[in-house]
């Protein structure tokens, strides 16, 4: 389909020349996959709860239109809009996340949702984005703005007391992996940002001191690190499950419908719809999924090194760490390479939380990456000067 004319300066036209097309069709791909593994892997888990075959299917087909439609509408948005959006987003993500520790369903042990007419939601899916933007916002206006007098905005701080907080309310849940996620996101940020190699060294061995503390305080954390590295202890069936429905597809799969393994499967429609795919589809699905991920980390990165405003470059850097992240987590844990970890595949996973939640992701990235014509002055020469300032210098800061 040809796009407008470049002689059309109306907003769609204009949010056209500029987007990332490239990404943006990932995006498309990975709501399609959703839509077909979803059938495939759906029915079974439906009949086996005593549930409509078509329940989960006429679910997502509504929340992945949703995360469709999130993810134009967002990416059409300025990027100071998606300043106040983190803003709004975040304070309303942490009060949620903050009642599920009062109000918040129980399940498996953790308070992590709030029941709803129609869903359950996850508040704390909705904070990895809106933390990664506010916290690449107060990284970045640390440098540009500067208070009365010679007071410095204290930026790096309140990222640090906003990250207390998330830890203290993802603790008591408990949800070791979603906090374990927007850490990374942090730190990968500070790194970004021009933190010394001392600090993010420090800030590695705390990470570790920390899996060893939650190993030892959360018998959840411990049996399923036990379980990945004792075959013979405790229960195996999914991963076992999972396995035998990569086996049993082999390079080219089934075919659609045609897998038996994935009825086996209790999750198959969410944490182990990957293994879904592997039956039906095979390895050439499986990579085929694995390179458009990674086509969208890799491609926001390398226009990320062409950006120059500090605020663009720290933000999208968290953000697609958290996007890849979640992803490497999923396909990692359903082929036994790490333990297992309740969390969804991006958009091809059942769940409106998590759609709704990486749309809102993705949006941003694509709004903070579009091309930006009309930039003012000052933030040109803000983000010059950071740029060009020495590391060393940055640091000092």
Known sequence: MA??????????????????????ACVGILIGLGYILMLAASPAVASRIGASRNMFILK??????????????????????????????GLIALGATAMTLVHGMEIKGARRWISLPLMSVQPSEFLKPCFAVMTGWLLAARRTIVLRGNFAFPGMLLAFMCFGVILFLLKSQPDIGMLSVITMVFMTQLFVD??????????????????VMAYAVFPHVRSRVQRFLHPDVGDHYQID??????????LTGRGPGEG????????????????????EYGLILCLFIIAVFGMIVL????KLMREDDPFVIVSAAG??????L?????????????????????FISYGGSSAMSIALTMGMVLALTRHHVGQSRITQRAAAQYVQAPLLERNAQ
């Open 3 to 24: 796009g407008p004319s470049r002689v059309d300066s109306s907003g769609f036209a204009r949010w056209w020349r500029n987007i990332d097309r490239v990404t943006l």
């Open 60 to 89: 997502q087909v509504i929340f992945l239109a949703l995360a469709g439609l999130i993810v134009l509408g967002v990416s059409y948005l300025s990027r100071s809009a998606i300043k106040k959006l983190a803003f709004i987003g």
């Open 194 to 211: 021009g933190l010394r190699l001392y600090w993010v060294g420090l800030c590695v061995a705390g990470m570790v001191g920390s899996f």
């Open 241 to 250: 499950t999972a396995l035998r429905a990569f086996g049993n597809g082999g």
């Open 260 to 279: 038996r393994v994935k009825d086996l499967l209790p999750d198959a429609h969410a944490d182990f719809v990957f293994a879904v795919a592997g039956e």
């Open 299 to 302: 491609r926001t990165l390398l």
């Open 319 to 324: 953000l697609v760490t958290g996007f890849g």
């Open 326 to 346: 979640q992803a490497f987590v999923n396909m990692g844990s359903t082929l036994h390479l790490i333990p297992t970890k309740g969390m969804t595949l991006p």
